[in-house]
């Protein structure tokens, strides 16, 4: 690699632990870390970090000159369910900081960008079991939109300009680190945090709900695996499927249960079950696999084992 990477949202669920695990490969002061606001103040000392608000060209040209940045990890966005609150806004962040970066990348001024989209990119009338890696999409949230959009921005540039860009369609990510903010999938965090620090949850999901989800270490280990593949691999540049797990909130539940046996969850649906009904179910990511190699390590049982272990030991430790 040329020079140094940027991670714009870097103190999001993902962009927190993307930022260590890359500053563990390339080194602390290789890795820019970069929110509109300072995040945890441990994490903001870790390494470089600068306050950046992902719309803003000129801060961003900035800082890419100061730290000579040849890679953008573009991880700020608006999830699917504040998106449904401020659609206008949604908009405005996800598409703007995206074309923002492609232009920059069609400039010259960076060589590589991840851009991560989403389950969110197929609606109702898409399959919900096995859901291919081209079929009908037409979703049905902001949210959702604009990551279509923005996939086939990201094909435009490449095939238009050559821009290196690559991207996931990432399922719900699932972690303790840092807590995720205003999507649909956020209860397969908030259960395992309420499980231990209550015994019960109140879940905003019906029990039957399957949804596509997936542990944080395969998820940065997918982010990581396909920016260091071969680009000549890289054959989908609107955005790959990929896919570990599904499960239903009763099935986690259960498999809570098995360590915390009094756990108690009751179904309270909200506005987020519309959203939830319009997504896949299960997801066909065999281009990922056959592409650039792309597997899986967590299932529900080790995810869960090694979810409560953690969110225990980080409460001691406050
Ligand atoms: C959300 O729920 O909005 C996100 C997603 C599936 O992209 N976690």
Known sequence: MRGTILILGACGQIGTELTQSLRKIHGEENVIASDIRYGNEAFVKEGPFEIIDATDRAKILEIIQKYNVSQIYL??????????KYPQKAWELNMNSLLITLELAKEKYIDTIYWPSSIAVFGPSSPKINTPQDTIMNPTTVYGMSKLAGEHWCNYYHNKYGVDVRSLRYPGIISWKTKPGGGTTDYA??????????????????????????????????????????????????????????????????????????????????????????????????????????????????????????????????
Do not use: G
């Open 75 to 84: 991880m700020a966005a608006m999830l699917s369910a504040t998106a449904e």
């Open 189 to 318: 965090v908030d259960i395992y945090f309420k499980a231990i620090e209550e015994s019960k949850y109140e879940c905003f999901l019906s029990e039957k709900t399957m949804l596509p989800m997936m542990y944080m270490n395969d998820a940065i280990k997918a982010t990581i695996d396909i920016m260091e593949a071969n680009p000549n691999d890289i054959k989908i540049r609107t955005s790959y499927n990929l896919a570990a797990i599904s499960f239903t909130p009763e099935e986690i539940a259960n498999e809570i249960r098995k360590h915390i046996p009094n756990f108690e969850v009751n179904y309270k649906p909200d506005f987020r079950q519309e959203i939830a009904n319009s997504w896949p179910q299960i997801i066909d990511d065999s281009k990922s696999r056959e592409d650039w190699n792309w597997s899986h390590n967590h299932d529900l049982v080790s995810m869960t084992e090694d979810m409560l272990k953690n969110i225990q030991s980080k409460m001691i430790s406050l």
